[in-house]
Each structure stands twice: as C-alpha cells, then as structure tokens.
C-alpha cells in the first residue's frame, strides 16, 4: 500500500470562518474562485493570513489589481525560512507596493455584515476588508490513520524511513502526508512541495518493483515571485546550521545579475553560509529582480554533492551579456565568501586608503 493522501489547508476554529468571502488557497479552483470575485469589482480591501509563500504571492496578485493588502502573521517575520536581515529587506519592498505585513500578529476572528467579510479580527487591531484569504498552511491528510498502528510525527504526518516505508514493511508514504529527513542534518523535516512529492513518487514506483533507493531528503528549496522581486533558498539557515553544530561562516553580497551595460540588468543579493572547519558549503538565500531559481539551483546541486567552498571556486559557468556577468553571481558571491574565511577583508583604513591608490 502506498499512502499518497495529500494535505488540507488550515482553518482554524474561529468565528466567521463561514462568511461569504472568506477564501482558502491549495487548489486551482481555490484561486479561480478568488479571482472570479475579484472580477465582480466590488473588492477594494483584502486581508491575507500567512505570510509564507503563497500568502505572499496570493498578496503581490491582489496588489497588481488595485486592491489594498495588509497580510498578517503569527511569526516574527515574514518568509521565516529566510534568515530576519533577508525576510526584513522584502517586507521594506512589499510596503514599498502597497503590501502592509503584521509580524507577531494573530488571527482572532472575521466579522461580518449581511452574511459578508466585513472586519477581519487579529491580536493588534481590527482591519476592515471585503475578502480575507487564509493562507495560514496546510495538514496532512492522516486522520484515517488513527490507532491504525501506523507511526505518526507529531504533527500528525507520517514517519517514513530512507525508503520511504512506514513502521508497516508493506506499506510505504509519500507527498504532503509524509515526513521525511533533511538532506543536510538528518533529522526528521516536513517538505509538502510538489516537487519533493514527484521525487518520492519515482522513488517508491521502484522500490515495489523490488530496487532498493533510498531518497536522500530534502533541502528546504523554494523560489517565490513577488512584486519586481523573486525570492529564493535552499540548505540551512543561519540558526539551523548553529543549531546543527556548524562554526558558521556567512557572506551577504550584493552583485550584479548580469552584465551591468546590458538592457534590463539588475542586481542580486545574495547569502551564503559555510562550516569554517570542514569548509562545506551550507545553504543560500537570494532576493533580485532576475533569474534568482538559477543561483539556487547551482547550490542545490553543491549541497547534494558535499561540496566544500574551495571546489565551487572557479567554475566554468555559462557567460554572455544577456545572461550572466563575467564573473558569474553564484562565483562572485563565492569568492567574497572565500575573502572572509580567509580573512582577507580584515583591511585597515591606512590599508584601504593605500588599494584605492594603486
């Protein structure tokens, strides 16, 4: 038996969560209905709860139809995958398009008039809207598998081994209701993504047919696209890789995304960690108008492979004008990283003054 029973949305038990207006985001047909009432013209104030990746990209369509967005937000920051300097950079940009975010900020409730979203309720003060969409996340589907015998996490998905098999030997999970491990660290982490669940799909198609492929897990990888801006990370964060017990080395830059002369150039900023004894490469975050999936998916491809810092260096990555800068922004960024742990940017004034002369 393979488990593949998905996830729901999340709605928490509080009132008003049955007015007309109120809108989960997981399928399609939740977005189509969300824009076919936006397409009536009567939406002028929406209120987003969930301010992780599809709350916010839910947020940046609203914006682009003139609607005013406040999103708000139980965490600390927005994004909290993303390390606070990297989430506070994109909020600044957010408000910048009109896209108010509430940190620290809890759901109490909607009101409403005529049997319509009216007042949406949080922990710091009512906000008036005309829609509110909860964005909160999502739970695994497993309720059916109570006092079945199957091992569940605690947040109820399903523990799976390196092959994906449940605590049952014939019975095997895969996709939003199963957790697996961190690529990385090892530990047990939840990844409902579309594309880990295709991974662990082709990987239990043929362990049935009698292989034995272990999946090796999953980095946390996410790009999102929001208002002139894309977002983007994979590996650990600075917290989970001190967590993890790395002497943590980062880098924050800011490089050109291509060649700066050229039409619609911009810029990247970038950051990357390292353990500053074994020297390995740990995990990137990147915020730019550009192609931000490219700079992630070159770290994706150097974490699975153990990469340290010293063999990212000098790679031969692709070059033209429309493209890439000569030297490339995941190498610039690199070699910046190299600089600091070895500390070559320790320069003094009299130092400094004395480069700037030759």
Request: with cysteine; aromatic share 6%.
């Amino acid at each position: 038996l393979v488990s593949a029973t998905g996830a729901d949305p999340i709605c928490p038990p509080l009132p008003g969560m049955d007015l007309e207006g109120v809108y989960k985001m997981r399928t399609p047909d939740d977005a189509i209905a969300l824009r076919e009432r936006i397409e009536q013209g009567d939406v002028k104030r929406a209120v987003v709860v969930g301010a992780g990746f599809i709350g916010l990209e839910v947020a940046e369509n609203l914006a682009s139809k003139g609607i005013r967005v406040s999103v708000i937000d139980m965490a600390p920051q927005i994004m909290p995958p993303f390390d606070p300097e990297m989430a506070g950079y994109v909020e600044n940009k957010l408000a910048d398009h009109g896209i108010m975010c509430f940190t620290g900020t809890a759901l109490e409730g909607i009101e409403g008039k005529d049997g319509k979203v009216a007042r949406v309720l949080t922990s710091r003060k009512g906000m008036k809207a005309d829609i509110a969409v909860l964005a909160i996340g999502i739970r695994a589907n497993t309720a059916f598998l109570a006092d079945s015998g199957i091992e569940l996490m605690p947040n109820r998905t399903i523990k799976v081994n390196e092959y994906l098999k449940t605590n049952d030997e014939d019975i095997y999970a895969i996709g939003d209701c199963a957790c697996v491990a961190n690529r990385e660290t090892g530990k047990p982490q939840w990844s409902p993504m579309g594309s880990s669940a295709n991974i662990e799909g082709r990987i239990v198609a043929q362990n049935l047919v009698g292989r034995k492929i272990a999946y090796p897990g999953v980095l946390g990888t996410g790009v999102c696209k929001l208002p002139e801006l894309n977002v983007g990370r994979t590996g650990l964060g600075e917290a989970d890789a001190k967590e993890a017990g790395y002497d943590v080395v980062t880098a924050l830059s800011v490089v050109d995304d291509k060649a700066h002369y050229y039409p619609g150039a911009g810029s990247f900023i970038i950051k990357m960690l390292a353990d500053k004894a074994s020297r390995k490469f740990l995990g990137l975050q990147v915020i730019g108008k550009g192609a931000v999936d490219k700079v992630v998916d070159i770290a994706v491809t150097a974490i699975s492979m153990g990469a340290t810092v010293d063999q990212l260096e000098n790679l031969d990555f692709a070059y033209a004008p429309p493209f890439s800068t000569a030297i490339h922004p995941f190498g610039h960024a690199l070699n910046i990283l190299l600089n600091k742990m070895s500390g070559c940017l320790l320069y003094t004034s009299d130092a400094a003054d004395e480069a700037r002369s030759v």
